[in-house]
């Protein structure tokens, strides 16, 4: 019997075209979702995601053994039958929903939550004046092809282009404020001057910061406080007043590292080097990134305190 070339060629077209159906369909429905959810209001068809999204959302952003976005999206594909560019519009599309719903749960607190929460260890060393722990972290990003980026984004301290964030958390061990994301070459003065930490103090407010913060005088024009530890430079060793009052500030200001760590350890995504794509977004939109950053600092502020009360 011979071997029916012509059956086999439809055979294997059909199948093809019953494939490209599919996508077309997924691809539509994810469109319809994207435009119900345009004009920066807040998602309210979130039950109706493919729970694909979901999947692909935990296994991106927790830890796993898929570090790189490729991985997952071929990973995911290749589970649910479907093209690599549905996984990674889903991923979108669920980022989108998770940061409208989520981004609520980052919020400066009152002075007066403060005061009734406040830990024991920051009420022995400053009473109640502590509002803030400040610090910034880097994520590696892919190498831009325009050479001002590629300048404006490379980190003498990294070795490698990234983009800088500041974060600020309660003394309860909440994240209460993240910056936008800058170049890794800019200073942290200069994020904390520009970035809106400022117009949030009240006078009276104390902040916790690290050497890199010269923001004395700044922060001293809106009628608040910095402590930051004494400078070496120029001394042979530090007065016994400057070490007591260094230590001090070193003890507390580990929180803010240690949530940091929290932050980067959860979610791997953080730790990868993030494409180009995930930074650029149209005027007036929220870049991918800082979405996820939001959504991943608002799973956190879930999780227990690592800041004990008493």
Sequence with gaps: MGYNTATTSDERYN?????????????????????????????????????????????????NDMCSKEKAA?????????????????????????????????????????HLTMPMEF??????????LIDCFEIFIERPSCLEERAGTWSSYKHHNTIKILIGITPQGSISFLSECWGGRVS??????????????????????????????????????????????GKSQLSPLELEATRKIAHL????????????????????????????????EVPTVEKMLTVCAALVNLNNSVIPFD
């Design 188 to 233: 942290d003065k200069h994020i904390t001057e520009h970035c809106g930490l400022l117009d949030k103090l009240i006078p009276g407010d104390m902040i916790l910061a690290d050497r890199g913060f010269d923001i004395q005088d700044v922060v001293g024009a809106c009628g608040a406080e910095a402590k930051i530890p004494a400078f070496t430079k």
């Design 123 to 132: 009420r022995h060393a400053f009473g109640l004046k502590c509002a803030v």
């Design 74 to 114: 071929s990973d995911i594909a290749h589970r649910f039958n479907i093209a690599p560019s549905t996984v990674s519009k889903c991923f979108i599309a669920v980022l989108d929903v998770m940061y409208w719903r989520m981004k609520r749960i980052i919020q400066w607190p009152e002075r007066e939550q403060l």
């Design 15 to 63: 199948r093809l075209k019953a494939r490209k159906d599919k996508v077309a369909t997924e691809e539509s429905a994810l469109t319809q979702l994207c435009l119900a959810e345009s004009d920066e209001t807040e998602p309210t068809d979130s039950e109706l995601l493919h729970p694909i999204c979901k999947f692909h959302l935990l296994g991106s952003l927790e830890g």
């Design 253 to 284: 200001r580990i929180h803010v590292e240690r949530v940091i760590g929290l932050l980067r350890n959860k979610y791997t995504i953080l730790q990868a080097t993030l494409p180009m794509d995930y930074l650029t977004c149209e005027a007036g």
